[in-house]
């Protein structure tokens, strides 16, 4: 077992009584859940998002976080073996995924799979809010090199579209 999954079942032999229930609040938070940046700053390219961990259960071995993007803001684009499953909870987004790129609204579903380059974009003018599972234990994001994002660009108009800003 590895060290991650060690590290969690301490931490949850502590968990208080309190934490079985946790009520959601204003805003997109949940009772005694820590509202923390994204990743750290620094560590790669995204704007405007918010993370809270809902669960992180060793015996589950997976996690689920809420992230939020501000008007504006976008997730990093990566790619990881590890995988994600997506709902998008709130707002309007365009997702890259792959080689293309397509619209998404509260409720819809996106299946990320391994090693699949993904970003995030908020649409419109309201907060773009989404759940996200993903193992405990996990890779280390790539981050594009200029010769994936020429590839990427070459792929497809939309992407190329969508990859403009960079
Ligand atoms: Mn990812």
Known sequence: MSENIEKLKQENAEERPA????????????????FLPYKEEGTA????????????????????????VAPGGYSTLERHQHTHGVMILRGAAD???????????????????????????????????????????????QLPTEEDLLLLRSSDHAVAAFLSVY
């Open 45 to 68: 390219p995204f704007k405007a998002i918010s993370r809270q961990v809902l669960f992180q259960n060793p015996e589950l071995r997976c996690e689920l976080r809420y992230f939020e």
């Open 95 to 141: 997702v890259l995924l792959g080689n293309q790129v397509r619209p998404v609204k509260t409720h819809d579903l996106v299946n990320i799979p391994p090693m699949t380059w993904h970003q995030f974009r908020t649409k419109g003018n309201e907060p773009m809010g989404f759940l996200c599972m993903v193992n405990v234990d996990r890779d280390r994001p």
């Open 19 to 34: 934490d079985l229930f946790r009520a959601f609040s204003e805003n997109y938070r949940w009772e005694n859940v820590p």
